[in-house]
């Protein structure tokens, strides 16, 4: 077979496979927002039954064939064609999947659906003994997954793979063992502070269909295309892209709580605008396709913590947000509501985290999740061991388990090596930002016009267009001119901190 | 092979199929109910990708060898047994299914998809211009799969085999000659009679979300299982059974038309209540499955029409709605909302017609749909020619395409040969109303007292528990003593004329 007839038969199956995999995500969301309690049973079965055809035509022999037809052939002699990067994705992807067996690949995706449910359940009667038999058997089918794909030593690092190929537990940590020391350094600064900031702003009456306009408003004037995609609520934002021209957001809409749904809203926003910005004549394909984790995040966290937080934005949305939450805010001035969405102090709940203690939430997430996949820890012993990660890293001890270790539904669904890319996305994010304000110099001015047109522009140039044409490492340092590291991100956590709370003036 | 061993692959191969297709519902029922606009190509593909799977498997030539050595074995000798009724039901579909191209069935997905919006579309627009491409398309695909699928003459035939087999048009033509001149009689008497009604208190004004509490409290109260099911907004009112624990029900609603979104909604939970009133262990199997259309719509036509616009079933509820629609009815009495309900005028719409016009608009539908699969009339004719036959059958002429031809969707998700079977369904519904107050004489007060159990027990007894086994004349025949004929439906409609008008009194 000639390489080019063998690279076609490649494109038509991987759109193929994209099209099941969009059907699969489908199902998946409706379960998580549209759902009927009685339907958990059945959905687990589809959604087995699908991932299990998925993973059937991703394993066929004849695409190891396919693919050793067009590897080293002239058709992927520039390493930065679309060729080529499809051929490299669709190699990696091929070597994973042929590692798993299908039964448990379609084992994960029952128990996961029934667990999701479980743990919905659980959460809401703040009963973690609800939740913790199928987090047990998570664990043990995780445990198994990460043996198959193989590893050098680290059971975890298999895991983390699926979401930032190549990087390992052991640089997660180092990154962290950086980040924590300084984290901390400004939380004691902050709390030292006599300066004070107004937090209970946020939490007056805020009604949830003006929430909902609000969000649905604020997210249109930044460019997320309310044709291509929609808000709905859920236990736990996520944000889903069904196929080019329909990608959902999620948010939970809380009374009495105005951050608890728009910021959650911008994180999802933040992703959903990267997956709106991808080239859709190249769907299906890598070239056309988000990169992993780590830039997806770091989207999310761009738009929720840096354009979000900041002075500019809210000095545009304020007027909107007092004009609709009149009662809540007619005697709030912009600078106080801007000082109350950047009030700094640790509680029980990532999702609303203050900007400096979010990655330490993440920190207790990624401890745990090693400890349950090396099998140091047991699910049962779960919910002791995350307070008193909460104890020493925040100072905090959760209420209970729906404000501990039942807040997120990461591994109820099995995403184990997920929560890292959070904090190298929030990395990347600060990177980002730095390079974004140096490139457009009048970018303050105008996110306070509301004008949003050239900082998406910026973003497509230098990240949707790309799709996966460049690992993480390799894109940042074209971007920003070097890899990842903590430095940005602390820079503007302490120029933050000085802002609000006078430590560094 | 053992005629076991072959069964029980074949019960596994049912159950896998109709997890496939409870995915294709799911996708279908998203895609009318949730997805933004711009997932409309990619939803087509979807469709169409999975159509083609469940036809690749439903076609396996494998298939045909098991049932071959099912066939004639011991284990099917009781024509009853659920071996034989599945063994029945599996090899009608498989031969079916055999005589389509896999290319058609994705053709026709794909482009019912699109379809679909370009009908809700055109309808806002009220422009049939916009629909007219499409519908060309898929009478020209419904026409082909006629001819694959074989007929014996009448191409039309081949597809009604869909929805009712074995049924044919010259069946459903004899059906409307009997219907027809003792339809337009009652009208004609009605049209002279002194006595009036008020169908005017039901365009008085509706809180769409009351009417929302009100349609869900009713169904539940009735004995639709909200956790089992739900209700949605949509532009035109379907059911959808997504599987076990999981069906769905959809309605529209009108400010100013109450009866526009209840009785749609009735209809609609009269296929619900089948649905979830099936024996959940035999998933997937013929023998637990529901019936064909004309069952299937028999049982909406019983809530909607005939439970739904009777005297008890108000008195139960009117209380009810005059509480949640106070200023609507307050100065209402059960007995005038009782008549306003069974107020009887032709008009243009079909889903909200009288009971005595309802069958007339089908015969509209009948009428034209036999003729564009003949090739006798074109799509572009299509507005004229339906106008001209709702101006002979129902005296009425629609003032656009919106409230004309536009109406319904059927066209457009390719659902021709489906109209007949609601005239079927409901001459069913007729007969086996006079069969269960035979059977219950204390119906008419358990209505009143809004307790529904008996009837429920008695559909249950009746029809649900026997899933597909026995074919619809045999089914009504030991149920009421007869096959389907119109005589009972003539007679309740008679009933209510003179009831409501005073004609036969």
């Known amino acids: 077979m000639k390489p080019q007839t063998a690279y ?123 939740f913790e038999p199928w987090l047990e058997n998570i664990v043990r089918l995780k445990q198994r997954e990460a043996e198959c794909r193989g590893h050098a030593g680290v059971a975890y690092d298999a895991l983390i793979e699926d979401y930032e190929p190549g990087v390992t537990s052991e640089q997660i940590a180092a990154l962290f063992e950086a980040l924590r020391p300084e984290l901390t350094g400004l939380l004691a600064e902050v709390s030292r502070s006599s300066r004070i900031t107004q937090p209970r702003i946020l939490l007056r009456e805020f009604p949830i269909d003006r929430q909902r306009i609000f969000a649905e408003t604020a997210a249109a004037d930044m460019g997320f295309d309310f044709e291509r995609g929609r808000l709905d609520t859920t236990s736990h934002p996520f944000f889903s892209p069904i196929g080019p021209g ?121 401890e745990l999740e090693q400890m349950l996949i090396s099998g140091d820890l047991k699910a049962g012993d779960v919910p002791t061991a995350w307070n008193e990660k909460y104890r020493d890293y925040l100072g905090v001890t959760p209420a209970n388990d729906a404000e501990g270790c039942l807040q997120d539904s990461h591994w109820a669904s099995g995403q184990f090596g997920y929560f890292p890319t959070y904090t190298l996305g929030n990395v990347c994010a600060a990177q980002l930002f730095v390079q974004v304000r140096k490139d457009l110099p009048g970018l303050d001015t105008q996110l306070a016009d509301g004008n949003f047109s050239d900082l998406l522009d910026w973003l497509r140039e230098n ?38 709370y006078g430590k560094s003036e």
Not at 17 to 24: E, F, K, P, T, Y
Not at 291 to 310: C, D, N, P, V, Y
Not at 466 to 483: F, K, N, S
Not at 490 to 498: A, E, V
């Open 463 to 500: 990240i949707y267009r790309h799709g996966q044409r460049y690992p993480t490492a390799q894109l940042m340092e074209r971007i920003t001119g070097r890899p990842p590291d903590h430095q940005a991100l602390i820079d503007s956590l302490r120029g933050k901190c000085g802002e609000v």
């Open 8 to 130: 076609n038969e490649l494109v038509r199956h991987s759109r193929e496979q994209a099209l099941l995999a969009s059907c699969i995500e489908l199902v998946g969301w409706d379960e998580l927002t549209q759902m009927p309690r009685g339907g958990v049973e059945n959905r687990g079965h589809q959604l087995a039954y699908l991932s299990g055809l998925y993973h059937k035509a991703a394993t066929h022999p004849h695409i190891g064939g396919l693919l050793d037809t067009v590897t080293s052939s002239p058709l992927v002699a520039d390493a930065e064609s679309d060729e080529a990067v499809n051929v490299r994705e669709w190699r990696r992807l091929y070597e994973r999947s042929i590692r798993l067996p299908r039964e448990l690949v379609e084992e994960l995706a029952d128990v996961a659906a029934t667990a999701q449910q479980a743990w919905a359940n659980a959460r809401q009667n703040s009963d973690f003994s609800l």
């Open 246 to 366: 329909d990608c959902r957001l999620t948010t939970r809409f809380n009374y009495n709580n105005f951050g608890d749904s728009f910021f959650a809203m911008l994180h999802e926003m933040g992703h959903g605008l990267y997956e709106q910005g991808l080239d859709s004549a190249r769907y299906g394909l890598p070239c056309g396709e988000a990169m992993t984790m780590a830039i997806h995040e770091s989207q999310a966290r761009l738009w929720e913590k840096f354009i979000g937080f900041s002075r500019p934005f809210w000095q545009h949305f304020f007027p909107l947000a007092k004009e609709i939450f009149h009662d809540a805010l007619h005697d709030v001035e912009c600078n106080d509501f801007y000082r109350a969405v950047n009030h700094i102090q640790p509680g029980w709940n990532r999702v609303r985290a203050d900007a400096v203690s979010y990655d330490l939430h993440i920190l207790v997430r990624f």
